[in-house]
């Protein structure tokens, strides 16, 4: 019987913000500071983060068998954050 697994997946999201400031840098960096708000129902799905995933030398057997699998892995598994069995 196939197993049940919860996957992270890296994706790039926006969100918009709406904050007070003189300029554009001062808005920027209030809100690199945690001083804007988010509008509401602004948060977008953009891509997957192809850039980012699990390191492939700390996860050699996942690795090849994904590669026997047709799945691309050189330094990192693509995306991937964690992937747990849970049931």
Do not use: W
């Amino acid at each position: 019987m196939p197993n049940i697994y919860e996957i992270e997946q890296y994706e790039i999201c926006i969100t918009k913000y709406r904050v007070e400031a003189s300029s554009e840098a001062e808005a920027i960096a209030k809100l690199l500071d945690g001083g804007a708000d988010a509008l509401d129902n602004s948060h977008e799905y953009v891509e997957t983060a192809e850039d980012f995933g699990l390191p492939a030398d700390e996860h050699q057997d996942l690795a090849a068998e994904l590669r026997s699998l047709g799945v691309p892995v050189d330094e990192i598994i693509p995306s991937i954050r964690s992937v747990e069995q849970v049931e």
